[in-house]
């Protein structure tokens, strides 16, 4: 089964729909603030940003603000039920800088040396992404000074180790439990 079939899949967007309340929940919020972990990425005003994993949205609006009309944020899941709920707020926000893609992060379609910054926020570790064909594909895609921005839940001390060990990222630093690396 493909990616596509699996994101269409009723079985499995059931199965995360519970997942989603969690996600876009007023605890999560109030224990986790999107803003200063987007901060954490340095994400910058006009910048082209592509968030892997979007989810319910929790992250989306957040970092829309954060790039300002003149970025761009491309926001990808692979589920059509979480990419349906992203799209209704994107639009009740009246967001013109957001673009909501349903596609797998391993073949995400875009451009070569397209995005400024990939945030990969709580989407590793997942079976479904191993990094072995991530990681390629995401240094495809990042200009040549882009940056990925990495927060992970659970925390996997081997997945940062991996990052580096790929040889197409740089570490720069961790802020507020985002890890941050420049494309090689």
Same mark, same amino acid.
């Not at 199965?15 to 876009?24: N, Q, R, S, Y």
């Not at 603030?33 to 990425?41: D, E, G, I």
């Not at 970092?63 to 349906?84: H, Q, T």
């Given at each position: 089964?493909? #990616?596509?079939?699996?994101?269409?899949?009723?079985?499995?967007?059931?199965? +995360?729909?519970?997942?989603?309340?969690?996600?876009?929940?007023? %605890?999560?919020? !109030?224990?986790?603030?999107?803003?200063?972990?987007?901060?954490?990425?340095?994400?910058?005003?006009?910048? #082209?940003?592509?968030?892997?994993?979007?989810? #319910?949205?929790?992250? #989306?609006?957040?970092?829309?603000?954060?790039?300002?009309?003149?970025?761009?944020?491309?926001?990808?899941?692979?589920?059509?039920? +979480?990419?349906?709920?992203?799209?209704?707020?994107?639009?009740?926000?009246?967001?013109?800088?957001?673009?909501?893609?349903?596609?797998?992060?391993?073949?995400?379609?875009?451009?070569?040396?397209?995005?400024?910054?990939?945030? %990969?926020?709580?989407?590793?570790?997942?079976?479904?992404?191993?990094?072995?064909?991530?990681?390629?594909?995401?240094?495809?895609? %990042?200009?040549?000074?882009?940056?990925?921005?990495? !927060?992970? +839940?659970?925390?996997?001390?081997?997945?940062?180790?991996?990052?580096?060990?790929?040889?197409? +990222?740089?570490?720069?630093?961790?802020?507020?439990?985002?890890?941050?690396?420049?494309?090689?």
């Amino acid at each position: 089964m493909n #990616t596509e079939d699996l994101g269409n899949s009723k079985i499995l967007n059931l199965l +995360f729909k519970p997942a989603g309340v969690i996600m876009g929940s007023r %605890l999560r919020r !109030w224990l986790m603030n999107p803003m200063k972990t987007l901060r954490s990425a340095d994400i910058q005003p006009g910048q #082209t940003v592509l968030e892997v994993g979007c989810g #319910t949205g929790f992250f #989306t609006i957040p970092a829309a603000k954060l790039i300002g009309d003149e970025g761009c944020l491309v926001a990808m899941d692979a589920l059509s039920d +979480f990419i349906k709920q992203v799209s209704k707020k994107v639009l009740s926000a009246d967001l013109k800088n957001v673009r909501v893609v349903k596609r797998d992060a391993l073949n995400t379609g875009l451009g070569v040396a397209s995005i400024d910054t990939a945030l %990969l926020f709580g989407v590793l570790p997942w079976p479904a992404l191993p990094l072995n064909l991530l990681l390629p594909e995401m240094h495809r895609v %990042l200009k040549p000074e882009g940056r990925l921005a990495v !927060w992970m +839940f659970p925390v996997s001390g081997w997945v940062p180790k991996s990052i580096i060990r790929s040889g197409l +990222f740089t570490y720069i630093r961790k802020q507020n439990g985002v890890y941050n690396y420049r494309r090689c």
